[in-house]
């Protein structure tokens, strides 16, 4: 079965950093393009940035120099390693394989809050 | 970057309506659009992929159309289990981008 478990999240002050780990099973994550997709309380969703299987990737304008995505193929992990953390990056944070640009499946999602 | 506007922003229904979903986009997509149920406090759910394709395991009464710029989701009978948001995201270009989302509630 195709899973995806992410971790990490928690409350974080305002110009902190915070790695996102999102752990898969039942597939190989080098493999795949992978996403991340977050959504602030209350709102719609946001994407956020994705890797290629070829290890090329792209970030939303709101993220960019500021986050990184990468993936450690020992582990069969994608991560998301957020610095410079703002109010507005306050959200839950999903990750997702990608497969001919279907979002499927996706994590349960870990919360971030960035607050002083 | 694209715009993906969706409406009705949220709408209410009785069980066995018939819901229709609208979402236009602020360019030609093709048919480079995907639909996703969320349920409260869950995770997005693919339904429907490539504007029309109904993902395996989705029930036969949700169904999407159209293709360039204006998209609909239709589900042909409401059900209570169906009570969620709904979302649409264009995969034409970077950056992916979603409609804001509707809220189906049952009347």
């Known amino acids: 079965e195709v899973h995806l478990v992410e971790s990490g999240g928690g409350l974080i002050q305002p110009g902190g950093s915070l790695r996102l780990s999102c752990a898969a099973s039942g597939f190989t994550v080098s493999s795949n393009y992978m996403t991340w997709v977050r959504q602030a309380p209350g709102k719609g969703l946001e994407w956020v940035s994705v890797?290629?299987?070829?290890?090329?990737?792209y970030y939303a304008d709101s993220v960019k120099g500021r986050f990184t995505v990468s993936r450690d193929n020992s582990k069969n992990t994608l991560y998301l390693q957020m610095n410079s953390l703002r109010a507005e990056d306050t959200a839950v944070y999903y990750c997702a394989r990608v497969v001919t640009w279907r979002f499927d499946p996706w994590g349960q999602g870990t919360l971030v809050t960035v607050s002083s | 970057d694209i715009q993906m506007t969706q409406s009705p922003s949220s709408l209410s229904a009785s069980v066995g309506d018939r819901v229709t979903i609208t979402c236009q986009a602020s360019q030609d997509i093709g048919n480079y659009l995907n639909w996703y149920q969320q349920k409260p406090g869950k995770a997005p759910k693919l339904l429907i992929y490539?504007?029309?394709n109904l993902e395996t395991g989705v029930p036969s009464r949700f169904s999407g159309s159209g293709s360039g710029t204006d998209f609909t989701f239709t589900i042909s009978s409401l059900q209570p289990e169906d009570i969620a948001t709904y979302y649409c995201?264009?995969?034409?270009?970077?950056?992916?981008?979603f409609g804001g989302g509707t809220r189906v509630e049952i009347k």
């Open positions: 890797i290629y299987s070829g290890g090329t990737t």
């Open positions: 995201q264009q995969y034409d270009n970077l950056p992916l981008t």
């Open positions: 490539a504007a029309s």
